[in-house]
């Protein structure tokens, strides 16, 4: 018996077979894949909507879209405060999924972070916001660390007045300005707010700013930088199918790999042109990561892990802040008393912008709850940290976790869903967060250890570079002035 030839009059027949084949097997796969996930899974018990339970499908649809905080806020108030999203994946907006997902605490050690989320891009170093591996993460951190003392902190207020100064006067010169005929202008204040927020994080990073306020303008690499943000959603969704993620960057177009390649390229030279002037910034974030005590010969953070660190810190500290602002003040102009009442506050304590400090905003009590619920609502990481199960499995807000699940805390729903069985909430609070006994069970809920608006533990280093002083420096200065 000969081998059957692929060349002839049946090559067509032969071909239709092999794909038929191919087809059929690849569906009863699917098929079986999706009973398994309803009804065999370990997670099957966990409430969910079946197109989600069963495939990725309907969740990386949502997440394209760029829906998903939307679509899983609405799954929980339909299901409840522990929802399934996705085959491997579960939604928690639990108050106890701080201690046991990312807490080193009680003998149990926090989850690791999820290589589908928490990665570098190709041919990049580690960095310390994306490495997964604990060890890498701690020895960075040594080095970071001592960016956000206290004392590091308090040494970056003058750079943030300066630059709220710059944009009060700019907005100033803007309204100034007549428009069709009229005095007065038109504000976007998104683009105000990225603009601040990019100039200080470029000081507090590199000790030199990207002039956006100056111009009045976008500063290329800030719309590189906005655009990358799309970018890691697509990014993220070719890691749940292994083999796709080569693919799709093949597919991608060349200016679109271009975009990412001069990203990086525009930080690596940001960071040479400031190791030319070692003396000129002192204070900012690469002093401690090229002080020779702190990091001896780069040996515990070398240059490629600087330079990953740094186009990432460039982003965590800029679209994050200016993203929080702004939902504060939509927040705010929605609530007309609350407004006023913010406003009241303020203005009593400063004349000026150039009165406002770090000390001072810490003793206006409605401002710090109008940022604490602006930071419930507006998250600047409303999506999630992901995290996973290590082998042996892991108990997450009392339910069994198998190796190789996601538990999310969508920090929105955490705090906003109604299944917490909170009474509906205003955007702003009524009045100064108290957490006394007399305050409402609402507010002292909030009041909790677990209630945390950025994070606990290890998690808090991206937030703290959003926290110290800069929201309430920018709300209490727009607050002053308009």
């Known amino acids: 018996m000969g081998i059957p030839s692929f060349t002839g009059p049946n090559i067509w027949t032969q071909a239709f077979t092999i794909c038929s084949l191919s087809t059929l097997t690849f569906l009863l796969y699917c098929v079986i894949s999706i009973i398994h996930n309803l009804h065999f899974h370990a997670l099957s018990r966990i409430p969910g909507p079946l197109l989600w339970k069963a495939s990725r499908i309907r969740y990386i649809a949502s997440l394209l879209r760029g829906n998903l905080v939307i679509d899983i806020r609405k799954l929980h108030e339909r299901y409840g405060d522990i929802v399934r999203t996705a085959p491997d994946e579960v939604s928690f907006a639990r108050e106890d999924v701080w201690h046991d997902v990312f807490s080193n605490s009680g003998g149990r050690k926090a989850l690791p972070r999820d290589p589908i989320f928490f990665k570098s891009p190709p041919g990049q170093a580690e960095a310390l916001i994306t490495t997964v591996n604990a060890e890498t993460s701690m020895r960075m951190r040594q080095v970071m660390g001592p960016a956000f003392t206290d004392r590091a902190v308090a040494k970056q207020e003058p750079v943030l ?253 955490r705090h906003g869903a109604q299944p917490t069985k909170l009474p509906p909430q205003s955007p702003i609070p009524a009045g100064p967060i108290s957490p006394g006994p007399s305050a409402p069970p609402r507010i002292r809920k909030r009041q909790s250890p677990h209630f945390e608006t950025v994070g606990i533990g290890l998690t808090r280093v991206l937030g703290t570079i959003v926290r110290p002083g800069g929201i309430e420096i920018g709300v209490g200065a727009l607050g002053v002035e308009f």
């Not at 994080?201 to 000790?207: H, T, V």
């Not at 390649?261 to 974030?285: C, N, Q, T, V």
């Not at 190789?404 to 969508?410: A, D, F, L, W």
Request: with cysteine; hydrophobic share 40%.
């Open 161 to 413: 007045q300066t630059y709220v100064s710059l944009m009060i006067d700019k907005m100033r010169e803007a309204i100034a300005k007549p428009e069709n005929g009229k005095m007065g202008a038109r504000i976007n204040v998104v683009d105000w707010m990225n603009w601040w927020t990019f100039d200080v994080i470029g000081m507090l990073a590199l000790g030199e700013s990207f002039n956006c306020l100056k111009d009045t303008a976008n500063h290329p690499w800030a719309t590189l930088i906005y655009n990358a943000i799309k970018m890691m959603a697509l990014a993220a969704v070719t890691q749940y199918f292994p083999g796709l993620d080569s693919l799709v960057l093949k597919l991608l177009p060349a200016s679109t790999r271009k975009m990412q390649e001069d990203h990086f390229a525009y930080a690596a030279e940001k960071i040479h042109r400031r190791l030319e002037r070692p003396e000129s910034a002192e204070g900012d974030f690469m002093t401690v990561m090229l002080d020779p005590k702190n990091n001896p010969d780069f040996s515990k953070m070398s240059m490629p892990e600087i330079e990953s660190t740094t186009a990432l810190l460039l982003l965590g500290g800029s679209e994050t802040t200016g993203t929080t602002i702004c939902g504060i003040l939509n927040c705010l102009v929605q609530n007309p008393h609350e407004l006023r009442k913010l406003e009241t506050e303020v203005r009593t304590i400063f004349e000026r912008e150039e009165d406002i400090t770090f000390s001072a905003l810490q003793q206006l009590p409605f401002l710090n709850a109008v940022i604490n619920e602006g930071l419930r609502i507006c998250n600047p990481v409303s999506g999630g940290l992901l995290r996973i199960v290590p082998r042996g499995g892991a108990t997450v807000c009392g339910h069994f976790l198998p190796e190789g699940v996601n538990p999310r805390r969508m920090q929105h729903h």
